[in-house]
């Protein structure tokens, strides 16, 4: 799974992630060594979220979660990296260890996860569960949004494999199921 990178002023309301995609990683659902990569992972108010989403999606209205993908080449149409993309990754990091360290390639991002805590917290006392649960919810929404999934046009696959990593995790029905 890749290393999950949340700045000091979201850890307070994200710093549990960094367990949760270590369990994520152990269902074996993602079959994809994501090792070498990061994830951004911020948290907003919803004040913040609204003006984020009137900007990328020309939307103004605040919402819960928004990916941004940062390589969206790197999957093929079977939702994994491609060989070519982690193979240069890899031989570049291979490349650096004569390097001194302060040298090295950074990790690839595959980009950012974008929270909206105020929201959560709203959504979890609706329906009956934690912030943590709704947060996990979110998170694992976006996250295979930055795999390459994409429920709105896909013929259920990011439906079938969040229903399968919400239900191993013991969390309660998926954002795609609550709004159909």
Known sequence: MPQLDIDKESLTHLGFLNELIGRIGTLGFINTNLA???LEVIALDSADMRELNNTHRAKDSTTDV???PLCCDMFSESHT???????ENLEAQAGDKGRDSSESALPLCLGSVVINYELAEQVAKKQGHSTQDEISLLFIHGFLHILGYDHEVDNGEQRALEQKIIESLGLKESLIVRNT
């Not at 990296?81 to 193979?87: A, E, F, M, Q």
Request: aromatic share 16%.
């Open 36 to 38: 070498p990569f990061t």
């Open 66 to 68: 928004l990916s941004f």
């Open 81 to 87: 990296l491609t060989d070519t993309i982690l193979n």
